[in-house]
């Protein structure tokens, strides 16, 4: 979640600066807390410098989980601050690249959104909720914005209502319709002296403010700890005792997948995989004062990943690649199981 505060509450810079700090201490965590440190910039008013860190970011050369989402916020940030020629081509980029992540979709989309660039945002937000809601039997939760921003966009636009639009309406919760929300008049009750008009606006302000609480308070996914080959190789090598955790990679992968579609089936929502490393696993076991061969340590490790942001939601997004990283679609992978 990329923080909102205000600059008047929080010293925007300090706090960068911290999590610049923190990101050299924790390299396995430094796109998370380098992102984090640019949002932060971003609300201090340096944007400049805030896209020194992404330009920072993209030439990582252990390369990233999410370039594309790096880039569009790149983009977004450009904008801003009067570099539109470039944004304009690194979201034209974006597009092309037809992330199967939702939230460089959104990002872009809103950019071309606050730019007044309706159209533009409007067939944005439809490429992406067709590229990864096509075959979708129940809409992701992180693909909701995707949604919610082409039904805003087509509000604007006068356009009506659509599939989308209907789908749209059926997963928001709000007591308050997405139509009403959406509706381009609003800006006009601002300045009204009408009781009544001024009394719904504020209805309608406490139910976005309760919308958006909600998404802050959505917890973590519940995860389920991945090794790679190499690394599940280097584990029990280092600690024999977890070959009974782990008696072949093979074995290793198809216990994930069964785990998560128990859990799944036995309505568990946001579910999750977080991928471990052996480096990463053994401080962890030292600040819990234990050993590494410990086994109960290894829920609790994946517990500690996925509250620091490092979880990928399963299943993957429809046409995406297995998340055992073999590279194959997960539907022709574990997918087809």
């Known amino acids: 979640m990329r923080p909102d505060t205000p600059a ?16 050299g201490l924790h390299p396995e965590d430094a796109e998370a807390l380098l992102l984090q440190a640019s949002a932060h910039l971003e609300l201090s008013g340096d ?4 896209t020194t860190l992404y330009d920072r970011l993209l030439s990582s050369p252990d ?19 009067g570099h539109e020629a470039e944004a304009r081509a690194i979201i034209d980029g974006v597009r092309a690249a037809a992330p199967r992540d939702p939230a460089p979709w959104v990002i872009v989309a809103e950019a071309l959104e606050s730019h007044d660039e309706l159209e533009a945002a409007h067939e944005t937000f439809t490429e992406g909720v067709e590229l990864l809601l096509a075959d979708a039997q129940e809409p992701p939760y992180a693909t909701h914005p995707l949604l ?6 087509r509000r604007m636009l006068g356009a009506g209502h659509d599939d989308w639009d209907v789908l749209a309406d059926t997963l928001h ?8 929300l959406h509706d381009p008049k609003r800006v006009w009750s601002l300045g009204s002296e009408n009781p009544a008009e001024l009394a719904a606006e504020i209805s309608r302000l406490r139910a976005e403010l309760g919308t958006y609480r909600e998404a802050l308070s959505r917890p973590f ?5 991945r090794w790679p080959a190499e690394e599940l190789t280097e584990l029990v090598d280092a600690y024999p005792s977890l070959t009974t955790e782990y008696p072949s990679y093979e ?7 069964t785990s998560l579609r128990e859990l799944a089936s036995s309505g568990t929502p946001n579910l999750g995989i977080v991928t471990g490393t052996v480096p990463s696993y053994e401080a962890f076991a030292a600040s819990e004062a234990s050993s590494p061969e410990d086994t109960s340590l290894l829920p609790q490790y994946a517990t500690t990943l996925a509250a620091r942001g490092r979880a990928v939601a399963w299943p993957p997004q429809r046409g995406a690649v297995c998340w055992c990283g073999s590279g194959q679609p997960y539907r022709d992978c574990h997918g087809a199981q």
């Not at 810079?13 to 923190?22: K, M, P």
């Open 221 to 225: 996914p519940v995860a389920v700890l």
């Open 148 to 153: 919610f921003g082409r039904h805003r966009v």
């Open 8 to 23: 008047e509450t929080v010293d925007h810079t300090a706090e960068a600066a911290r999590l610049e700090r923190t990101a």
């Open 47 to 50: 944007r400049p410098a805030a």
């Open 63 to 81: 390369g990233l989980e999410n370039p594309l989402l790096v880039r569009a916020l790149k983009a977004s940030n450009l904008w801003e601050y």
């Open 251 to 257: 074995e290793h992968l198809a216990t994930i997948e």
């Open 173 to 180: 919760t709000s007591p308050v319709s997405l139509d009403e």
